[in-house]
């Protein structure tokens, strides 16, 4: 494997298993040193140890993202052990998911502190690593399509998500001048979450399996392993990436997507604005087939994939 980004050196969070493990393997098969983080010590002992094992180099922070001392104690890592900072990538993340009635005030706020005051303290401190030493460095956070169209049951999951894509946009602005790039990744892969929905079951079952995944999931969901979103977090985090900043990129099985900036689907004008008693007579002929669509929509599965009944095995 070509090792494209020796002598760089990045931070992954929440990368002790799932996605951010296989980010980080990925930063590191490729030649990049990294810092493994994780709230739990011995999961992150055993993602650095499948690193080192494999002939990378990885040291592990063990603590929870969201605090300011922990975005200071991971540049510190990468620092001192490896003697610089390239990349960040914000992985790290929880879910807490119910329906609005039903979620609590913690339910949201500690999402949101993890999601997205994490991603925001690191790169916080990264960017002042990158600025005080004039690293053109590499900001990759993770986004969710929930972010991008919201999905039922996760209010402070979307909030967070859609909340980060906003801030790397702004970053990609306020860094453009220091070389500085910043984008998103939205992943569609298994993971804790879609191991849960029946929808995912036999893609699941198949990867369980060693087995690859039907085309149906990977073709027309867009849907896939861990090992397939990797390869763009190492793009990106790389030089032939220097000119992408800004973007959110979906990715998954086999499909790549760049995801468009909010624009307007629609636009009309009235001499002296817009009045109540003119929207009410004027907005459904305006707007009304051009209202926007909330949700994933997802094809039908074929009959050989549906789900296996509760209870069956």
């Known amino acids: 494997m070509a090792e494209n980004l020796a002598g760089k050196v990045a931070i992954v969070t929440g990368s002790g298993r799932g996605l951010g493990l296989a980010y980080a393997q990925e930063l590191a098969a490729r030649g990049a040193a990294v810092v493994v983080n994780d709230v739990d010590a011995a999961v992150a002992g055993g993602a650095v140890a499948s690193i080192t094992e494999a002939g990378g180099r990885a040291v592990a922070v063990a603590a929870p993202v969201g605090p300011t001392e922990t975005a200071k104690a991971l540049v510190a890592a990468a620092v001192e052990n490896f003697g610089r900072l390239d990349i960040l990538v914000t992985n790290a993340g929880v879910l807490r998911d119910k329906s609005l009635l039903k979620m609590t005030d913690e339910d949201f706020d500690t999402v949101i502190h993890v999601h997205l005051r994490g991603t925001f303290t690191c790169v916080r401190e990264a960017w002042a690593y990158f600025k005080e030493h004039g690293v053109p460095g590499r900001i990759i956070a993770v986004g969710s399509p929930t972010g991008q169209?919201?999905?039922?049951?996760?209010?402070?999951?979307?909030?967070?998500?859609?909340?980060?894509?906003?801030?790397?946009?702004?970053?990609?602005?306020?860094?453009?001048?220091?070389?500085?790039?910043?984008?998103?990744?939205?992943?569609?892969?298994?993971?804790?979450?879609?191991?849960?929905?029946?929808?995912?079951?036999?893609?699941?079952?198949?990867?369980?399996?060693?087995?690859?995944?039907?085309?149906?999931?990977?073709?027309?969901?867009?849907?896939?392993?861990?090992?397939?979103?990797?390869?763009?977090?190492?793009?990106?985090a790389s030089d032939a990436a220097a000119r992408v900043t800004g973007q959110a990129i979906g990715v998954g099985g086999d499909r790549l997507q760049l995801w468009s900036h909010p624009e307007p689907v629609a636009t009309e004008y009235r001499d002296g604005g817009w009045d109540f008693q003119t929207l009410v007579e004027k907005f459904e002929a305006l707007f009304g087939d051009r209202l926007q669509p909330v949700g994933e929509k997802f094809p039908d599965l074929p009959a050989d994939l549906q789900p296996e009944p509760a209870g069956t095995k």
């Open 149 to 236: 169209r919201g999905n039922f049951g996760q209010t402070n999951y979307a909030a967070a998500k859609a909340g980060i894509v906003g801030m790397v946009r702004t970053w990609a602005l306020e860094m453009t001048r220091a070389g500085v790039t910043a984008n998103a990744v939205i992943p569609v892969a298994a993971t804790a979450m879609t191991r849960t929905v029946p929808f995912f079951q036999k893609a699941v079952q198949a990867e369980e399996r060693g087995e690859p995944m039907p085309e149906f999931f990977r073709k027309e969901l867009g849907f896939g392993t861990a090992a397939d979103v990797a390869p763009l977090v190492a793009f990106l």
